[in-house]
């Protein structure tokens, strides 16, 4: 059997698609999401290089896209997995895109004819930015074919729209389809790899922190698009209107936390908020930025060398938790224990950052029926630690976040981790 | 000649100091380019699909992107030549982001320096020439170097995947510093269940060679064919007749530190290495065996009641045929007598980490009990990075381990002496892995005593170790006696590493650790083909990352193997033998062995799978008869001139 399957598409995914593709095997690899890239295409830049995300990321995109061994299905799910290692029979659930991928010419004209144009919240923006019924999550999205959201098209959800649809007028390839409609596929694959990747812990889970309540308090990820070049801003940080000043960041919202069933450390917000504090002076130098934690865990090569230099940036760490976001009159406040002065304080924000943590992925219940387990943390789990690729069921490996939060280095190591496992399966053919 | 000018905005990376609509319409006047255009990502679908269109509809035959640097996207950019139909090399990339915008921040000046960089590219590429890739076939066989966790995993996954594994040990058995250990975080399972199966499978695989006493003492070859040459000690004694019945060991006189206690204990010159490790057949240490040093004591072959001990077996040297390399070589622990202020050296209840998990190990000198000197502990204090996050010892990285081993340690303690008073000091609790946060969270639920603040000095009053440190949360300097203190030593690179480096032509980062190809894209690459790193080599980790990293050091090293070929870079040396008069000046400078005198003819020879295009070789030869592809004089003047005339210094 020389065909495998791996489901999800970010940098986890791609990894190990294109370890196993370059090695000479059938790759079905499957995204819900129109596009591939995963969580790593909404960031900026990463820490501790502070490369731009997208200048690493895309071309692994575009040879996930490109390679002769690669079957990517976006818009998909795997709904039905028989079978034992060495052969698995896999059933694909692939939702219609409303716009015939082989024709599709990725022009845009549709999205700018869309009457919706402008008016819905972009998802991969995490809603800072609008798009029409009609649009690509980004512009270097793989593939680049657009997809109607049928419950804002006027045509797919209402029955009619202007005349035309202006949509269809306007694409010259003449790839709008309304009549799409989900398909089914079968596959045959010798190994699994499952690189589902992870969910944010959603803020409002802690209300005393604010978040949907004030404009001012964001998460980590919608300030990643905010600082990104093509984000709803182009790269400039913009809150309320205007330019903070006086920025706070929260570290481990949803993590390290009895109160809302998550004890783990989600290992990756000390960086992320690291980097971040350091782009938001680096944009807005007159800006009073100021980090508030448990511990600074800054493990990773150069990642300690990084957390010194932010410091010296002047970038203020104070340790302590902060008990609450609040507002008086028009102002925001936040409420906190500096734990080394030994005093309960009270700052004015305009602008509140919250790490949200990573939780477990919605939507799994496939793994789940293959029978792999989940830890107390509700994150994959295989019989021992010691080995995280390894799923308990043997042709099944476990890739990136799914497995426990990790930082891209550690999710890329542990993607090909995973394909090496897939491969000597599928290299011993039939299992006995 | 039709050239085609891109010029890509990079979002706002390049567009937003550089005028990329002047530079295009700058690049329309240059000659011989028929099409110029600028674009949002040059490097994404559409970009790449656009050169690759125009290519065909407009005829061209060379083509330039103005972008990024080339280490980023020249490979991406050249297969879109060849997918447009053209040669990958009839193609440039003017840097005008980490050259240019990046850099600068005057518009006006920044978009002038981008139109030069553009037109000395486009002069650049009118006289590059079209060079072939070739391609190698493929020794289906790796040589795992370091028979450690990392080294074992990777061993059994490449040997599953069907090719044959060569693994080395330069210790006498498999098992590493994992070996040592008594427990694993956070499950506490016991080492050695995890590891014994591991180095069992290995052992027992048919397409595995296992080597101990190995070092690997040269390596000629490129990717796809490497011969490695390994020198083999004799072990002296056969480990299929040896019965770990100890009488040797009883019978020899010779009394030294053992490294395994690091000197906590005493050894013989004949030693029975502890399970797990493997073998663990006796195995005689040369360097202080009186037969060897001193008199030809031979008590050890008398007192064997098998005959296995055989102190005449000779030194061996092998020479293997393989296609790639995996580097699992571990680390070395941080030694703590450079942190004077602890004392280590002079207080004996003053010891490491990894010397308590041998105290607390079952087949360790105390059986598992804590006892030094006949003395039991009623307070012990531990000490956090040790040799880590430390300017000091010019060791700024965290050792990503101690804090959890500790914990460990402290939990083992307090299971079997719920009475020890334990204090832990700390700079900030990284219990960042899977289930250990929940870990720390039950240690401290165990009556011990963390406290936020680093040791100061480690001393002794009326005969009592002393601790003073400062507890940060308070505000304060205190000092308490202690019956022990435990320090977390950290990790630095293993012994050997020098020379690894220069044998693999790896590279080293600031820490010290081997370096990866790209922290992200190619984790566990080198930048030399076909050599892989896997585990605490690259950097610290625990077992489940180095488990992870092995696996992942697998993977890439097979991918070259299932493929059964490797394309070999055409931008190599070449040399003109009308002009070569055989001086082998080149031969000299080249670091990568590719350039050979043939005596024959007093000409030197290029081994282009060999040669990495570094260009020293052109660069020393007298008269200019070895020249490099790609960067020939021509092509590189021609370069150079355009800059000169643009700024005006001809």
Known sequence: MKDVLVIGAGIA??????????????????????????HMAQTDKVFPTLDCSSCILTPKMVSVGQHPNIRLYTLSEVTKIDGKAGDFTVEILRHPRYVDENACTG????????????????????????????????????????????????????????????????????????????????????????????????????????????????????????????????????????????VFFIHCVGSRDHTVDNLYCSRVCCMFTAKQAHLVKDKVPDAKVTVTYIDIRAFGKGYEEFYERVQKEGIIYRRGVISEVFKRGDKLYVRGEDAFLGEVYEEEADMV????????????????????????????????????VESGIDGVYLAGCCVGPKDIPDTVVQASGAASRAMAVLARGKAA | MRIGVYVCHCGINIASVVDVAAVRDYAKTLPDVVLAKDYQYMCSDPGQEMVREDIGAHHLDRVVIAACSPRMHEGTF?????????????????????????????????????????????????????????????????????????????????????????????????????????????????????????????????????????????????????????????????????????????????EVSDEETWGMTTRKAIVLPSPPHDPSAAVVDAEHCLHFTDNGCDACVSACPEGAVNLKEPEREETLDIGVIIVATGYHLFDPARKPELNYERIPTVITGPQLERLLNENGPTKGELVLNGERPQRMTFIHCVGSRDHQVDHPYCSRVCCMYTAKQVR???????????????????????????????????????????????????????VRFEDTFLEEMMEEPTDWVVLAVGMEPPEGSDELQNLLKLSRSADGFFLEAHPKLRPVDTDTDGIFLAGCCQGPRDIADTVSSAHAAASRAAIPLFAGKVAIAPIVAEVDTEVCAGCALCEEVCVYGALKLDEARKKMTVNEAVCKGCGACSATCPSSAIKLRNFKNNQLLAQIDTLCVASGRP
């Open chain 1, 13 to 38: 995914g791609i990894q190990a698609s294109l370890d196993m593709a370059d090695a000479g095997f059938t790759v079905h690899l499957v995204e819900k999401e129109p596009t591939v890239g995963g």
């Open chain 1, 107 to 246: 022009c845009g004209a549709c999205a700018e004819a869309c009457v919706m144009k402008g008016r819905i919240p972009n998802a991969f923006d995490m809603g800072l930015g609008k798009r029409g019924a009609i649009y690509i999550s980004f512009p270097q999205a793989v593939p680049l074919k657009y997809t109607i959201d049928p419950e804002t098209c006027l045509t797919l959800s209402r029955g009619k729209c202007k005349k035309g649809p202006p949509c269809k007028l306007a694409c010259a390839a003449d790839a709008i389809r309304f009549d799409d409609t989900e398909k089914t596929l079968t596959v045959h694959v010798g190994a699994i790899v499952v690189a589902t990747g992870y969910d944010l812990f959603d803020p409002r889970l802690k209300p005393e922190y604010s978040y949907g309540k004030y404009p001012e308090v964001l998460t980590a990820l919608e300030v990643e698009r905010l600082c990104s070049a093509s984000g709803p801003t182009l790269g400039e940080i913009i809150v309320n209107g205007k330019k903070p000043s006086k």
């Open chain 1, 353 to 388: 950052v919250l790490a949200a943590g990573l939780v477990q992925r919605k939507g799994i219940d496939i793994i789940k029926k293959l029978g792999v387990k989940m830890g107390d943390d509700r994150f994959f789990s295989g019989p021992t630690p010691l080995d995280p």
């Open chain 2, 78 to 254: 050249r297969k879109v030549m060849e997918k447009g139909g053209i040669n990958a090399y009839y193609f440039e990339e003017a840097n005008i982001r980490e050259q240019c915008s990046w850099v600068h921040s005057d518009r006006e000046v920044a978009t002038e320096k981008a139109k030069e960089l553009v037109a000395a590219a486009v002069a650049r590429v009118h006289l590059q020439e079209a060079l072939q890739e070739k391609e190698a076939t493929v020794t289906p066989a790796v040589l795992v170097i370091g028979g450690g966790i990392a080294g074992l995993t990777a061993a059994k996954d490449m040997a599953d995947a069907g090719f044959a594994v060569y693994l080395l040990e330069k210790e006498a058995y498999l098992g590493g510093h994992v070996a040592k250990w008594t427990a694993t975080f956070p499950h506490m399972a016991k080492a050695e269940e995890f590891l014994a199966p591991l180095i069992r499978e290995v052992r027992s695989h048919r397409n595995v060679k296992v080597f101990t006493s190995a070092t690997l003492t040269d390596l000629e070859g490129f990717v796809g064919n490497y011969q490695a040459t390994v020198a083999l000690t004799p072990r002296r004694v056969d480990v299929s007749a040896c019965t770990r019945c100890g009488k040797c060991v009883e019978a020899c006189p010779v």
């Open chain 2, 412 to 466: 083992l303690v307090k299971e079997r002496y719920p009475d020890m008073r334990v204090r832990v000091c700390y700079m900030d609790m990284r219990t960042f892995c899977r289930g250990c946060e929940e870990f720390y969270n039950e240690v401290q639920r165990m009556k011990v005593l963390y406290t936020r603040g680093m040791v100061s000095e480690v001393f002794t009053k009326e005969g009592r170790p002393m």
